[in-house]
């Protein structure tokens, strides 16, 4: 291993294993971060890499193991991605989605501060934060009224990584990420569980998806490209904050009818709503204005709406098949 190192935190997720690859493109010695004893059960997402990267043990409950990763590693840059991403969960523990969430990321940057000041950070911070915003799109100034447990978290460590920055000069960025998707995202999202149903449907295997509300408008891109947003953050000469999204609003239930039209189906055949899965109706509809990634990254996003849900679904199609559907 040589050139650059980095550290990433969340590198068995989606969005680890794509900044793994990029990063292992350009050249960098790439270490991720993992629970412990967790590496020889499987690195998720980053499987496939796991002969070009090393590991190292941490975990978000545990802050000394993160300030000892640090210390250890002293990487040039330091991606940290990994947070429980289950709102509802927040919910029933926001003690410890607090503590995994805002005290794990102060105490990266904690440690950056005392042992690696050089490392440049990044912070994977949520359009969640905004919740009931009072405008659409979304900037970077835009105030934040967060709406649960899981985006008060995301909002005090962004502000965290703002407010070390400016006191103690860490080259530190928070990126407000909002909705991104791939063929690594796992079953749980809605996005996968309209895909998944579409190829299943497709290929006999059930009739119907049950959805919530299909008016629900959100931001969604490929998570390679908010990946290398990111990564463009941390080569500035300044440190800020960018919000990385498409800008382009879709609903649902557009999802669905994209989803299901890319195997030649009709969508409202096959969806069944369930009033009990809806949420709250949004003040303002999560679009997030990323201008300034534009003209300060030159970041642009490079996969549309409908290359990234139909490479869901044929990803889905094929995965059904090998299992063997026919």
């Not at 545990?62 to 927040?90: F, G, M």
């Not at 042992?115 to 405008?135: K, L, N, Q």
């Not at 895909?195 to 449907?201: F, K, M, S």
């Not at 009818?257 to 069944?272: K, N, P």
């Amino acid at each position: 291993m040589g050139g650059r190192r980095a550290l990433i935190t969340g590198i068995t997720g989606q969005d680890g294993s794509y900044l793994a690859e990029l990063l292992l493109a350009e050249g960098y010695e790439v270490h991720g971060m993992v629970r412990p004893g967790s590496s020889e059960r499987g690195l998720g997402s980053s499987e496939h890499l796991r002969e070009r990267i090393a590991t190292i043990e941490g975990d978000l409950l545990a802050p000394q193991s993160l300030r000892d990763a640090v210390t250890t590693l002293r990487p040039d840059e330091l991606y940290h991605l990994a947070a429980p991403s289950y709102v509802p969960a927040s919910w029933e523990r926001p003690a410890e989605t607090l503590a995994a969430i805002a005290g794990a990321t102060a105490a990266l940057l904690e440690a950056v501060r005392e042992h690696s000041p050089a490392t440049r950070i990044f912070v994977a911070a949520s359009a969640a934060m905004f919740g009931d915003a009072p405008e659409s799109p979304q900037s970077e100034q835009t105030p934040c009224r967060p709406r649960n447990p899981y985006a008060t978290a995301k909002l005090a460590a962004h502000q965290l990584t703002g407010q070390l920055r400016d006191h103690h000069g860490l080259f530190a960025c928070s990126g407000i990420l909002y909705n991104h998707e791939s063929v690594r995202r796992p079953d749980a999202f809605v996005t996968r569980h309209i895909t998944r149903a579409a190829a299943r449907i497709k290929l006999g295997l059930q009739q119907k998806v049950t959805l919530g509300d299909l008016h629900a408008v959100r931001d969604w891109s490929f998570a390679g490209d908010i990946m290398q947003g990111a990564w463009l953050a941390l080569q500035q000469e300044q440190a800020r904050d960018y919000i990385l999204a498409s800008g382009i609003p879709h609903t649902v239930s557009q999802l669905a009818e994209t989803a299901f039209a890319y195997v030649g189906l009709t969508a409202s055949d096959h969806i069944e709503v369930d009033p009990a899965l809806r949420r709250g109706v949004e003040a303002a509809p999560p679009v997030g204005d990323a201008e300034q990634a534009r003209r300060l990254l030159g970041w642009e996003p490079s996969v549309s709406f409908d290359e990234l849900v139909g490479g869901m679904v044929d990803a889905d199609l094929q995965a059904l098949r090998a299992d063997g559907a026919s």
